[in-house]
């Protein structure tokens, strides 16, 4: 099976850096993306990683390990509007059918405090 | 910036009728997939279409659903006979292969199910 876990929640203060985690288990793997998701509407693009390392982006980072199995999404000088949720997810290989549909964590609500 | 538009934003309709979502990708895109996501629970994936036919469907995806790409702007979702559990946010996304990144998804149908 396919498994994408990322903490429920967090809670950082304005003006902070947090960092938000992702582990995956998957049968195949060709990227890992975040994205960023405001109540009722629909998922907006952050960052993708196909390769190990940090990929910078503004106030946004991510990072990836593949033999771990692991991300993060680094947020830096945080603010209220950044309080959303965070989704990590994950395409696999393509198939023969061209596919490159993504398995999709549940998400990480972060609340920025002023 | 190209989006991808969705309609209509908000729908309901009584269990047991047709429904049918529809969507306009970016243009220059070949790859189209529809999710969903019920209130409160993971993005799910539904469904991917290329070269006129699907790629991939998930076990969500049974003989309710179906798909179209009736000209060659819209693609559509249709669900034969509505559930209640059919009740959810359901997302199209399209994506170019020559991207190598992400989707650009739509703003979402809310489909409630009374």
């Known amino acids: 099976g396919q498994n994408i876990d990322q903490p429920t929640e967090m809670t950082a203060t304005e003006g902070a850096i947090v960092q938000i985690n992702c582990t995956y288990q998957?049968?195949?793997?060709?990227?890992l993306f975040w994205y960023q998701q405001h109540a009722g509407e629909a998922p907006t693009f952050l960052s993708y990683?196909?390769l190990d390392g940090l990929e910078e982006k503004g106030r946004f980072s991510s990072f990836l390990s593949r033999s771990k199995g692991y991300s993060y999404l680094l947020l830096k000088e945080l603010q209220m509007k950044d309080s959303a949720s965070y989704l990590c997810?994950?395409?696999?290989?393509?198939?023969?059918?061209?596919?490159?549909?993504?398995?999709w964590g549940l998400g990480t609500s972060l609340a920025v405090n002023p | 910036e190209p989006e991808v538009t969705q309609t209509p934003s908000h729908q309901v309709t009584q269990m047991g009728q047709e429904v049918i979502l529809r969507c306009v990708p970016i243009?220059?895109?070949?790859?189209f997939y529809w999710y969903r996501q019920i209130l409160g629970q993971k993005v799910e994936f539904l469904v991917s279409?290329?070269?006129?036919?699907?790629?991939?469907k998930s076990e969500i995806f049974d003989d309710q659903f179906s798909v179209e790409r009736p000209d060659g702007s819209n693609f559509t979702l249709k669900i034969r006979s509505t559930k209640l559990e059919d009740s959810a946010m359901y997302f199209c996304?399209?994506?170019?292969?020559?991207?190598?990144?992400?989707?650009?998804f739509g703003s979402g149908t809310r489909l409630t199910v009374v």
């Open positions: 279409f290329y070269n006129n036919e699907i790629s991939e």
């Open positions: 990683n196909v």
């Open positions: 996304a399209s994506s170019d292969p020559q991207e190598g990144y992400g989707y650009t």
């Open positions: 243009s220059n895109h070949l790859y």
């Open positions: 998957t049968s195949g793997f060709n990227g």
């Open positions: 997810a994950v395409r696999l290989n393509y198939n023969a059918g061209n596919n490159r549909k993504l398995i």
